[in-house]
């Protein structure tokens, strides 16, 4: 493999297909970033050595064009990705699936208990965080207790756990509890506790704001990944609940250049 590859990375929504290329070229590797994902175009791909793909579901066509252009490609997979795999039951989607990973050069995962829901071996690696965004403020006095992830829609509210934090809520009434969906799945909850706030959603650019208004963020899922709210929360000095578990540590690969030094040793690039 060339030692400075051309690389694509193919994903939706931000920040991680997006960051990774940044990443990837302050590293000085040649990386692009593509979110147009229904329609990948032969022409565009001839130009990459590497399609990385962000989110299985969303590059599997770039997977197989990748492969018929004689591309190495890349498979990135998160909490959501890896569960979603290993629970569909369609024999049919089963090994289309199986297909895109038996074609596929490289596997990375964010945590390695997701390796096992795929059953194909990989490497772990966690994605970066823009870390030098993601501070502690010395003049911030948190306003409310609890931030909570939780976005709308009926697998949402069963996934993320709703039930768990309006009890929460309830035992709790002295504590002040935010609700936050995402840009691409927002929180439009009617929730009837005075306690508890609804936010939709914030830009990407706000969040550490939003971060140091709080005490604490709680994650509870049913499908955990390595959520990089967990520990964008952690550097801008919240305390961390996540799944029952206090969090104090952070992987090495949130750092941008340990990520870069980390994705180069697997492709075996100098």
Same mark, same amino acid.
């Given at each position: 493999?060339?030692?400075?590859?051309?690389?694509?990375?193919? &994903?939706?929504?931000?920040? *991680?297909?997006?960051?990774?290329? !940044?990443?990837?070229?302050?590293?000085?590797?040649?990386? !692009?970033?593509?979110?147009?994902?229904?329609?990948? @175009?032969?022409?565009?791909?001839?130009?990459?050595?590497? #399609?990385?793909?962000?989110?299985?579901?969303?590059?599997?066509?770039?997977?197989?064009?990748?492969?018929?252009?004689?591309?190495?490609?890349?498979?990135?997979?998160? &909490?959501?990705?890896?569960?979603?795999?290993?629970?569909?039951?369609?024999?049919?989607?089963? +090994?289309?699936?199986?297909?895109?990973?038996?074609? @596929?050069?490289?596997?990375? $995962?964010?945590? /390695?208990?997701?390796?096992?829901?795929? &059953? =194909?071996?990989?490497?772990?690696? /966690?994605?970066? #965080?823009?870390?030098?965004?993601?501070?502690?403020?010395? @003049?911030?006095? /948190?306003?409310?207790?609890?931030?909570?992830?939780?976005?709308?829609?009926?697998?949402?509210?069963?996934? $993320?756990?709703?039930?768990?934090?309006?009890? $929460?809520?309830?035992?709790?009434?002295?504590?002040?509890?935010? #609700?936050?969906?995402? +840009?691409?799945?927002?929180? *439009?909850?009617?929730?009837?506790?005075?306690?508890?706030?609804?936010?939709?959603?914030?830009?990407?650019?706000?969040?550490?704001?939003?971060?140091?208004?709080?005490?604490?963020?709680?994650?509870?899922?049913?499908?955990?990944?390595? /959520?990089?709210?967990?520990?964008?929360?952690?550097?801008?000095?919240?305390?961390?609940?996540?799944?029952?578990? !206090?969090?104090?540590?952070?992987?090495?690969? =949130?750092?941008?250049?340990?990520?870069?030094?980390?994705?180069?040793?697997?492709?075996?690039?100098?």
């Amino acid at each position: 493999m060339k030692q400075r590859p051309r690389i694509l990375v193919v &994903g939706v929504g931000s920040p *991680n297909a997006d960051l990774v290329a !940044e990443v990837l070229r302050n590293d000085d590797l040649q990386a !692009e970033w593509t979110d147009k994902v229904r329609k990948p @175009n032969p022409f565009f791909m001839r130009r990459f050595d590497i #399609i990385y793909g962000i989110y299985l579901q969303s590059c599997a066509r770039f997977i197989l064009v990748a492969k018929l252009l004689r591309k190495k490609t890349i498979i990135h997979f998160v &909490g959501s990705d890896a569960y979603w795999v290993n629970r569909e039951k369609s024999i049919l989607r089963r +090994i289309f699936w199986g297909a895109i990973l038996y074609l @596929n050069d490289f596997v990375f $995962y964010v945590s /390695p208990h997701l390796e096992p829901l795929v &059953g =194909r071996p990989g490497r772990i690696l /966690p994605f970066p #965080i823009q870390k030098d965004e993601f501070t502690v403020s010395p @003049n911030s006095k /948190p306003e409310r207790d609890i931030l909570y992830y939780c976005p709308s829609g009926a697998k949402n509210q069963e996934i $993320y756990r709703l039930d768990w934090i309006l009890q $929460y809520a309830k035992e709790h009434p002295q504590e002040k509890i935010t #609700i936050l969906g995402s +840009i691409n799945c927002p929180a *439009n909850y009617k929730i009837p506790l005075s306690n508890v706030e609804v936010i939709p959603s914030v830009a990407r650019s706000d969040m550490p704001t939003l971060y140091r208004r709080h005490r604490a963020l709680f994650r509870m899922t049913t499908e955990d990944g390595l /959520p990089r709210m967990v520990h964008e929360a952690l550097l801008c000095g919240l305390k961390v609940v996540f799944n029952g578990r !206090e969090i104090s540590e952070m992987p090495k690969e =949130r750092d941008p250049t340990a990520f870069a030094k980390s994705f180069r040793n697997a492709l075996g690039l100098a």
